[in-house]
């Protein structure tokens, strides 16, 4: 059974730091995993999917890079403004049944 | 449709009552999934649907969970005899294939049980 564990679960940092998120997961025979930002009240926005041949993916700010072997995804966010306040969701498919699983996630706070 | 449809947004039930809830994906979207998130929780993973495979239901929590789904479109997601511990706000997802696609969710349906 495919656990996933986010840390930390939460963080607060000024306005402009760069910050890493991190997670991890059990189960290593995974298609893909994908990083969500979830904003209080509302549903969930996929940020990045890495399949399992790749090591990272790049969007904007966002770098996200991923380990399979040691079950292990890191999301960079660069130059941290106030606006990427939310709760950041780690979540890996596997290649077992399709199933996507998802992390506790990490609550951010950046402080203007 | 544009985007992943949940209804209700919002249900306040009675203990013991049931209730239904629906989710329309989006348009070609094979895959489908329900979630539940309980306050200040993370995704609890609850029933996969795959075009007209045998869904997974290894995530549903009681036989008094259910949800259907009729060939790639609407799912209902059915909880009978509801519990205060089923308050929770109810996701689903869909996804235009089975692997290595970005799943889309929409707003959820809050559910309160009193």
């Known amino acids: 059974k495919q656990e996933v564990t986010q840390i930390p679960a939460a963080l607060s940092v000024p306005e402009g730091e760069n910050l890493v998120l991190n997670c991890s997961f059990t189960?290593?025979?995974?298609?893909?995993l994908q990083w969500f930002r979830q904003d209080p009240g509302k549903g969930l926005t996929s940020l990045l999917l890495?399949?399992?041949?790749?090591r990272e993916q790049t969007s904007g700010r966002l770098n996200a890079s991923l380990d399979k072997s040691s079950g292990r995804s890191t999301l960079y966010i660069a130059a941290s403004q106030p606006g990427d306040s939310a709760t950041y969701l780690c979540?890996?498919?596997?290649?077992?049944?399709?199933?996507?699983?998802f992390g506790a996630g990490t609550r951010l706070f950046v402080k203007a | 449709g544009a985007g992943v449809s949940q209804s209700p947004s919002n249900k306040v039930t009675e203990k013991g009552k049931d209730v239904e809830l629906r989710c329309d994906p989006i348009?070609?979207?094979?895959?489908l999934y329900w979630y539940r998130q309980r306050l200040g929780q993370g995704l609890e993973f609850l029933i996969y649907?795959?075009?007209?495979?045998?869904?997974?239901k290894s995530g549903l929590p009681s036989d008094r969970f259910s949800a259907e789904r009729t060939g790639e479109s609407v799912s209902t997601l059915t909880i009978q005899r509801t519990q205060q511990e089923d308050s929770a706000v109810y996701l689903c997802?869909?996804?235009?294939?089975?692997?290595?696609?970005?799943?889309?969710f929409g707003s959820g349906t809050q559910l309160s049980v009193l």
């Open positions: 979540a890996p498919q596997g290649a077992g049944g399709f199933k996507t699983i």
């Open positions: 189960d290593s025979a995974i298609y893909n």
């Open positions: 890495i399949q399992s041949s790749q």
């Open positions: 649907f795959q075009g007209n495979s045998a869904p997974d």
């Open positions: 997802a869909s996804t235009r294939d089975r692997a290595n696609e970005k799943l889309f």
């Open positions: 348009s070609g979207h094979t895959a």
